[in-house]
């Protein structure tokens, strides 16, 4: 089973170094940290105990349709992904909490915009997940915003 960390910080290196110790093979999509200094020590924690970012430059195929969702979304997956979650009456009951006005489009773009970057998080664990069919993968995530990711349950949970 591997591991895949959505981002690591500081506080998550006891969990990470504990998962090591028990065998799993753990890779990471970015470090969080607020200094370069404390990235540059997680970084050196983490290749001191072999754990790397999630290495897709080592893939051999890498499927059109996983990158055009991320890269170009001609698919408009983010869009209908967006609609799924918020849906008109939605928007138009918290546009009072943004400066939009009564024009609820411009929220819908905004909410567009935040889940297009999560995105391409997303299409870096599948692209990994479709290369590596015969392991299990497990995404974790401390960050909330991670149930944005729009990832279909197949071979990662």
Avoid at 14 to 28: A, E, G, N, R, S
Avoid at 62 to 79: F, L
Wanted: aromatic residues 18%; hydrophobic residues 45%.
């Amino acid at each position: 089973m591997q591991i895949v960390f959505h981002h690591i910080t500081y506080y998550s290196l006891p969990l990470i170094f504990f998962l090591k110790l028990l065998k799993f093979k753990i890779f990471y999509i970015y470090i969080a940290s607020n200094t370069v200094s404390k990235k540059k020590k997680v970084f050196k924690f983490l290749k001191r105990i072999n754990i790397h970012p999630l290495p897709i430059e080592f893939v051999k195929k890498i499927e059109n349709k996983n990158w055009a969702e991320s890269d170009q979304d001609t698919d408009c997956v983010v869009d209908r992904y967006s609609k799924t979650l918020f849906d008109d009456n939605y928007l138009k009951k918290i546009t009072h909490f943004f400066d939009t006005g009564k024009n609820f489009s411009k929220l819908r773009v905004m909410f567009n915009n935040y889940l297009s970057i999560k995105n391409v998080d997303a299409a870096k664990v599948k692209i990994w997940a479709e290369n590596n069919l015969d392991k299990k993968i497990f995404f974790l995530s401390y960050d909330l915003s991670a149930i944005f990711v729009n990832l279909e349950k197949k071979k990662y949970l």
